[in-house]
């Protein structure tokens, strides 16, 4: 194989699996934000999330920009506020070079649309509010190998292997 499509590729080893529940008319953002903090991790993977929301903000790109940064206006933020089934939640976890942690996740969610079951996803913001029973589930990894640094092509934070 000449060329390699990876742009970068590491390993690193699993901690433990923390798990939390979040609190209904909670911000499932901040409450990742504050279960990462209570727990200390510093890099980690979010494998799961499910339970149900009240309110979701979905962010997802209208099209790919002629330069980067994306901007506000590349984007579309969907906010649906009604019952909804949250069916994935996924995401990295790592730290950044000036000692804060970066999170980036996506996620899916499912409703009910004339008597139809809809389902839709992209990038969790703050505002997308629990439900009962949200449940979220992080694998904790060792943080020496993998950190989020500014691309310096999209002008945004990515995730980098060591």
Known sequence: MNQSYLECIGSQNIER??????????DLL?????AIAVEGIRAGVIVSGLGALQKAVFRNLKWFPKTYPVTPQDRLYLELEKPMELVSLMGWIAPNKGGGVEIHAH????????????????HLTEGTICGIKVVVAML?????RVYADTDPETKTFDIYFK
């Open 30 to 34: 901040t409450a990742i934000e504050e």
């Open 17 to 26: 699996l923390v798990q939390f529940r979040v609190k209904p008319d909670a």
């Open 140 to 144: 904790v990894l060792t943080d020496d």
């Open 107 to 122: 996620f899916s969610a499912s409703t009910v649309e004339d008597e139809t079951v809809v389902t839709l996803g992209g």
